[in-house]
């Protein structure tokens, strides 16, 4: 939280940048790793392999976590996996965050499989725009140069000998981001080697050629009955001893993190035979590193060091790791040495290398003396508002061995000459399993709130923008604060950074760790996802103001387009305490000059003459740390020509949507439904039942409530169904009439539609839907269209994507008995929130059907 000193920032970010299963830096919101016997024998047979492995896919989620763990803990080779998006454009499964929300939680659940499976994580700009049909159509969105250069400076600072992709470079990777992130890989394999591409990136680090690029195919890939001799093959299934587990153990543990994308996993045992084609470089002909020395022989005066390791691990004591810390103290001592010679070839190897070595020391050193360090910030929250100021730090200190530990002095991590800080001496020994604790004051300069870095500039569709070279790549922000604790061990001094958190005791989940954020002195909140005006009359826009410290007082306002009017003008707030909140209520109505259409309302905080727009919205889930964001306080508003019918709307969520509250918007009475719900007798008070997206995905008892929900239909009731994924349905046939869902989708949002029956009510009652109504869309039209229908269900519209044939399976509608049943993969969920008037429009005639 000051200002970066260049030498120390450059040395921090290395630190970073060096972490897996048994060398793991802490990451942000976590208790600090503690390691058992087995696992520090692993971490020093670690120490002793100079290798590294670079995975490549598009996607979270896409990654083989089974291979990641094989090579992370088996063959303990530096392994990173670099996905090209964080996953933005998916579905949620989990809760109604999309687009920049869901990346931030797919990020994290990354970062926990990391934790699991011991690799690395990395990323490009690249965001996901939704699902692609090839990689042409992918480039037209993301800037392909970009992306180039953020896999050619992974690849630069991690200095892969073997880089390997998820997919092929071609159609059969099934997805237009799949193929694309093959095809910059081989590209970029070349392009890291060549200083003439990105020279940019070269004040920082130096080309780099990795040994060989394959290609990790398997049975997704192959046709049935192929030959595999063909391809080099390993076995990815053994079982670990240190670690208790097989690779296909760990990796079901790692895959299950993802669960905004519902990719629970069972454990796989015994023999996983993994296949692999060579894309570029020499092949690989009896092992993944055949011609690879992973060995401390590839660095200048590494064998030294290789000898003094040998004997640490051969005298290694599992009842008393300490015992090792002599040994290893003198294998730190022999990477210090000036290695560097003439050999141009190499020095930049055994800088790599020694730097890379250095920090995995050390943390083994402390995981060797049992050493736990936290420094929790003593507030009564994780926040901190923007600025220059002090905040309480308490250090915590324990020393779980039985060798004497000096703590020397403690102090600001990265704080220049000129910031007035200094450290604070100490010197105190730190007594076996007696907890030394260290009150003080940390300054600190925070100017921002603590966005996550790829949301603090405002992105282009396919594209997030971070200026900052050294900030790309990284899976996250490092910690907002730290403090170096110096300790001394048999003579020598190891300097510890510890990331500032924040500690609480939930009742149910036990012992919490959150990050240190920062905040502005006020957060403005607008109420809604999107205003929509059906007419002149006034609709109410709350505006909750939060506090980010004490005392925060000042006016707040709503800017508008031109033609629309907000009452009052403005309004007074006065939060006394930090936290506290205040909602103020606007009236806001379309006059004569406003445009039919969408536009947009922000809503403005004035404290001292400085203005303030950004809002608070919390991400919590108890799979991840809890992520804080600070997103523009902007809404859709919209003005359209609506008519309705119906009143009261019955809506059963299914993976969690937004669209009830568009229902509210247009006024409806909107009913949130539980399952037991569906009866036909408590059904038969609203005019119309709709069902959120994989309602019949996630929501088990529709297996019993299906025939209430059909007899409610057949009895003159109207039932929309949103998407359903075609894999793993809770029943077999979701409809009255048989219907097989499948992949078909619409990704160009803007494709045109044609109307097939322009007389279907549907498209007539209460509202004309014109083509036009299919404008403005975003990301995609619609997703998981049926294929085949029974000859009762009727088509409604058609569109297809360039090159492909008519998809006519976006709304089927079939008559029931009295009632009438809707399905619609149109990517409605999208669209509402969004603001978009056709999607309204639409919505409107599918609940006002029959009425």
Known sequence: MTPR????????????????????VTAQAQAPKTYSSSEILLGLKKLNVLGSALYIAAHPDDENTRLLAYLANGRLVETGYLSATRGDGGQNLIGPELREGLGVIRTQELLAARRVDGARQFFTRANDFGFSKTAAETFTIWDKDQVLADMVWVIRQRRPDVMITRFPPDARAGHGHHTASAMLAIEAFDAAADPKRFPDQLQYVQPWQAKRLLWNTGSFFVKPGEDMSQYFQLDAGGYN???????GEIAAESRTNHKSQGFGSSAQRGEAPEYFQLLKGTPAKTDLFDGVD????????????????????????????????????????????????????????????????????????????GLHVEAIFGSGNPTVVSGRGSIPVVLEILNRSNESVLIKKVGPTDLGPDDGAVYTEVNKTVKQNQPLVIKTQVLFTAPEPSQPYWLVKPSIPGMYRVDDQQLRG????????????????????????????????????????????????????????AFVFADTQPKTVPVTLRAGKAGVKGSVALTLPAGWVAEPASLPFDLAAKDAEQTVQFQVRPGAGAKEGKTELRAVATVEGQAYSRGYQVIAYNHIPTQTLFPEATAPLVKLDLKRKGQQIGYLMGA?????????????????LKPEDLTETSLRRFDAVVLGIRAYNTVDQLKSRQPALLDYVKNGGNVVVQYVVNRGTVLPEIGPYPLTLSRDRVTVEDAPVTLLNPKQPLLNTPNRITPADFTGWVQEQGLYYPEKWDSHYQTVISSHDPDEPAREGAILVADYGKGHYIYTGLSLFRELPAGVPGAYRLLTNMVSLGK
Request: with cysteine; glycine share 6%; charged share 25%.
């Open 5 to 24: 000193c260049p030498l120390r920032i450059a040395a921090l970010l290395l630190a970073l940048l060096t972490h897996s299963l048994i060398y793991a």
């Open 241 to 247: 001893a240190l670690l208790g587990r097989s690779y």
């Open 294 to 369: 992973l060995t401390w022989n590839r660095v200048l005066g590494g064998a030294a060091v290789g000898k003094l390791l040998d004997q640490v691990i051969r005298n290694y004591d599992a009842t008393n790791p300490s015992a090792s810390v002599a040994g290893l103290l003198k294998v730190r001592e022999e990477t210090n040495k000036d290695w560097y010679s003439t050999a141009p070839e190499r020095t930049s190897a055994s800088k790599f290398w020694r730097e890379e070595k250095r920090n995995e020391i050390d943390e083994i050193i402390r995981a060797c003396l």
């Open 474 to 529: 990284k899976s996250e922000n490092d910690p907002q604060d730290q403090i170096f604790v110096t300790v001394e061990v048999q003579g020598k001094l190891l300097d510890i950074a510890v990331p500032v958190q924040y500690k609480h005791t939930d009742p149910v989940r036990g012992e919490i760790y959150e990050p240190l954020t920062v905040v502005p002195p006020v957060m403005v909140n607008v109420g809604g996802q």
């Open 656 to 672: 969690g949507d937004e669209v009830p509250e568009a229902l509210r918007q247009i006024g409806y009475t909107v009913t949130l």
